[in-house]
């Protein structure tokens, strides 16, 4: 049974056939890889892929951000091939920022590129800094240690939102952070992401936070890598930290400890 059942719903992420290899085809990191995201009409999904480290997680992230291609088989996003071009989605990672702006420039690029004046830039700027709790931060610089690492990592929410994108890519953004900022974090992010009806997909290695932000979580094998588990996250929609005093929370964050030990088992 596929992991993917195709539906009569828009596609908006479709990896079909993903093979990739640095050394002719001699060796395959991901081979006959499928992925396939479909629209929920008037509402955002979170997706999380987890994967052992070198798998390709960040492979899949940067071909959906056009930045790579595959050796073979095609990335579609909404029914048009990925490219370099595509400004609808875009990849935060920490200090992603840019620390010789400030936060108000750097929370308002994305809009510059589109060509929205700047007056109007600025004010949806200062929205999604306050959106993110960052208000009075405005006129310092995106750098370090001018801002700690969870505000750094506000900002890049807000940069990653402002301009609406359809798809939101994020690598590992939470991994750097204390474990107290980091808990922050995922309450910032799962009551953030739910405004802009986007795509989010999100990878981490920490199940706990997996379980807490995902609507569905998607495992990779490795060598060669491609999916073999898909655990939707039947949790109430809107989390909050009733969410983790939940049973059900409990109960799939083993769920999914498990399916890794069992996927990290496979050939
Ligand atoms: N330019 C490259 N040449 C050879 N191997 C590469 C290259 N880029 C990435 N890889 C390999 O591809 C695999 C997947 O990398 P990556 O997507 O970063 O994994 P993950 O994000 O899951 O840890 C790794 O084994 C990495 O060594
Ligand atoms: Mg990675």
């Excluded at 009075?136 to 900002?155: C, D, F, I, M, N």
Aim: charged residues 20%; negative net charge; aromatic residues 8%.
């Amino acid at each position: 049974m596929s992991l993917f059942p195709d539906t009569e719903l828009n596609n908006v992420v479709e990896l079909k056939g993903i093979g990739q290899s640095y050394d002719g085809g001699a060796n395959w990191i991901i081979k006959d890889l499928d992925f396939l995201i479909q629209d929920k009409p008037d509402q955002g999904q979170f997706i999380v892929i987890l994967g052992m480290s070198g798998c390709g997680k960040s492979t899949l992230l940067r071909y959906i951000a056009g930045l790579q291609q595959p050796t073979e088989g095609s990335v579609i996003l909404d029914g048009k091939p990925a490219d370099r071009n595509n400004r609808s989605s875009m990849v935060f990672q920490q200090y992603s920022s840019l620390p010789w702006m400030t936060v108000l420039e750097n929370v308002a690029l994305a809009l510059k590129y589109k060509g929205i004046s700047k007056s109007e830039r600025e004010q949806k700027a200062y929205e999604l800094i306050e959106l993110v709790g960052l208000k009075g931060h405005e006129w310092k610089y995106a750098q370090y240690p001018t801002l700690s690492g969870g505000q750094l990592q506000r900002v890049a929410i807000a940069r990653s939102i402002i301009a609406n994108p359809s798809i939101i890519l994020m690598d590992e953004p939470f991994g750097a952070l204390d474990i107290k900022t980091r808990l922050k974090m995922q309450e910032l992010l799962s009551d953030v992401w739910h405004k802009f009806q986007s795509t989010v997909i999100f990878v981490t290695h920490d199940i706990a936070e997996a379980v807490y932000l995902a609507d569905d979580i998607y495992i990779m094998k490795s060598a060669p890598s491609r999916f073999v588990r898909h655990i939707p996250v039947t949790l109430p929609l809107i989390r909050n930290l009733e969410t983790k005093r939940d049973p059900l929370y409990t109960q799939l964050v083993h769920q999914v400890e498990d399916a890794m030990m069992e996927v990290s088992e496979m050939g």
